[in-house]
Each structure stands twice: as structure tokens, then as C-alpha cells.
């Protein structure tokens, strides 16, 4: 069975250019989850589906991000501008439900913002 | 705020010692618990999950639940330089989505 696909795998590119990270997840799973992950403040949910529908973007640090999912096999985190502290790994999840099952991970996007 | 409190390590063992790894956590309601690995430069992994208070076994791998002293931990038992990555524990409360700890760094020396 496919995994959650994630890609690019990696992104480099300079201050002020948009950023868009795209994510498949397992097919049949109902929950889709953005996080980023950093040395300082280790993984951090930015936002959630279910159903597509967002259920909590509280996550979202600033309003230069922002994440969709208009079908239940896709869903962009875009950064527009990409500041330098954006620097960190982007993971996208997948699960069942939103509760008590557990989530698998893509390989994530390594993203550097120079 | 729930929080889930791991030592960030490193919690270096011996080859084929039992590595332990544990996980205290706020919120006493919580429900389901996670034991994640990441191996540096990849993405967590899930490699046991426990509902219940007691021990669940899984190869190699014990998880432990204390619901009463709010704790988990991970056994790993004959611990292989392999197993040297960052294990973190998450777990479910209330209705948030999964609450996942800054991890553990586990060096096993061959």
C-alpha cells in the first residue's frame, strides 16, 4: 500500500518567493495533518482536516501561511512570502480519524528559505 | 495546555542492554497512547500503540501504561545500534488531535 506522498521532497528557494507543499494521503484515511518539525521546538501541528474540511488552524503561525484540501486525495501548505525562520521540515500525516487512531507520516519536505 | 514530557536524552545504553524510555503526561484524561521513531533526517514512525493500563509486548518492544501516575514507557529489549534514533511519545486528549513530546535521543553502542 502507498504511504502518504509528500513533495518536493526538498525546497530551496529566497526570502520573499511563494511556497507550496503538496501532500497525498493513504487512501481511505479521513484525517489529513500539517506539522513542522525544528530543532528548537521539535513537531508542531499547524492545522487539521477531516473531510476535508479544516477543524483547527491555531497552529497556523502567521497569516502568510495557509493550507487547503479541496479533495480527499490532496492538500497544499503554501507560504506566501517565505521568510528564513520558515527554514524547517514540513510534515504531512494521515489517519483513520481525528481520534484515537494512529497517524502515519510522509517523509516530509525539507524546506530552506535563504 | 497538555503537555507530554519527555527527557530529551541522550540515554546512551550498551548493545543488548534493555533500553527504557518514558513519557509522563498532564492531562489525566488522556485516552491513547504513541511510541514514534525517528531516525535522523526521516519522518516519525509508528512502532507501538497502547490503550490500556499495563504492559503490551511486540517483539522486542514493550510499551507500559500507568494511567494512575500518568506515565508511559517504551522497553526495548536486546537493544541493537539500530534502534539509535529519537523515539517520541504522543497520546490523545480531550478532542485535540495527537499531543507528541519533544522525544528521546537513543544511543545504543555496539
Redesign the interface.
Do not use: D, I
Given at each position: 500500500d502507498a504511504g502518504v506522498i509528500q513533495s518536493p521532497r526538498h525546497e530551496v528557494t529566497e526570502m520573499g518567493q511563494e511556497v507550496t507543499l503538496r501532500c497525498k494521503p493513504i487512501s481511505g484515511h479521513n484525517s489529513l495533518f500539517w506539522y513542522r518539525q525544528t530543532m528548537m521546538r521539535g513537531l508542531e501541528l499547524l492545522i487539521y482536516f477531516n473531510n476535508n474540511v479544516p477543524i483547527d488552524d491555531s497552529g497556523m503561525p502567521e497569516d502568510r501561511f495557509s493550507a487547503k484540501m479541496p479533495n480527499a486525495s490532496f492538500s497544499t501548505l503554501k507560504i506566501q512570502p517565505s521568510e528564513p525562520r520558515d527554514s524547517a521540515v514540513y510534515f504531512c500525516a494521515s489517519s483513520e480519524s481525528t481520534r484515537n487512531q494512529p497517524q502515519h507520516f510522509g517523509d516530509g519536505t525539507r524546506l530552506s528559505i535563504l | 495546555q497538555k503537555e507530554v514530557e519527555q527527557n530529551s536524552g541522550p540515554l546512551s545504553v550498551p548493545e543488548g542492554a534493555i533500553a527504557s524510555l518514558n513519557c509522563t503526561y498532564s492531562d489525566r484524561g488522556s485516552?491513547?497512547f504513541?511510541w514514534y521513531r525517528q531516525y535522523s533526517g526521516?519522518?516519525?514512525?509508528?512502532i507501538m500503540?497502547i490503550?490500556s493500563n499495563g504492559d503490551k509486548e511486540d517483539g522486542r518492544f514493550t510499551a507500559q501504561l500507568n494511567k494512575a501516575s500518568q506515565y508511559v514507557s517504551l522497553l526495548i529489549r536486546d537493544s541493537q545500534p539500530s534502534d539509535s534514533a529519537t523515539y517520541?511519545c504522543a497520546l490523545?486528549s480531550g478532542?485535540t488531535?495527537?499531543v507528541?513530546?519533544?522525544?528521546t535521543r537513543l544511543s545504543v553502542i555496539a
Open positions: - | 485516552q491513547s504513541f526521516k519522518s516519525p514512525e509508528l500503540f490503550y517520541l490523545f478532542n488531535p495527537l507528541f513530546g519533544k522525544g
